[in-house]
């Protein structure tokens, strides 16, 4: 566990005992990004708790914790190929914009040595997520158009042989 000043979050590693609340929190985050693109819904908000207990099987889980509270979390999980999937980072919106989501991702890649490259997708609208990953040093690979309102920008990283992370 990173513990850092009284003012910050820490990050560590969750487990199945945290899987309520993160779904809780994925659902909070993911509401307005669902509102921003005009769409009923996104995978996210339609996962149910048994399906978000299944990641914690195959997958990296990390939360960030501000007073006891789980305020952000993130997802890899790696493939035999040695990519990293990253998915569903999220901050809780009363808590954006302090660093929470690069504290995260950069737990997520240090876990994962083994990884050769992290790969994931946002959505285009998403310019200050996007400007998070290519800050982290996430390139853009490819743009799928899901509908008139939503297009996917794929990122990836590739680890730079003789690093663990950022």
């Known amino acids: 566990m990173e513990a850092g000043p009284a003012n910050q979050a820490i990050i560590a590693r969750a487990t199945v005992d945290d899987a309520a609340e993160i779904l809780a929190l994925i659902k909070r985050a993911f509401a307005p990004v669902a509102r921003q693109y005009g769409v009923p819904s996104l995978p996210p908000l339609d996962e149910t708790l048994a399906e978000h207990l299944a990641r914690y099987e195959d997958s990296v889980v990390f939360k960030a914790t501000y007073d006891g509270a789980i305020v952000g979390s993130?997802?890899?999980?790696?493939?035999?190929?040695?990519?990293?999937?990253?998915?569903?980072?999220v901050v809780d919106p009363a808590f954006q914009r302090r660093g929470i989501g690069r504290a995260l991702m950069v737990a997520l890649e240090r876990s994962l040595p083994q990884a050769r490259r992290f790969e994931l997708f946002t959505g285009h609208q998403s310019e200050e997520t996007i400007r998070l990953y290519r800050s982290l040093g996430y390139q853009e690979t490819r743009r799928q158009r899901q509908s008139d309102a939503l297009t996917l920008v794929w990122l990836e990283k590739a680890r730079t042989a003789g690093t663990e992370g950022p």
Do not use: E, I, N, T
Request: with cysteine.
């Open 74 to 89: 993130v997802q890899g999980r790696l493939d035999s190929d040695g990519v990293c999937h990253v998915a569903r980072l």
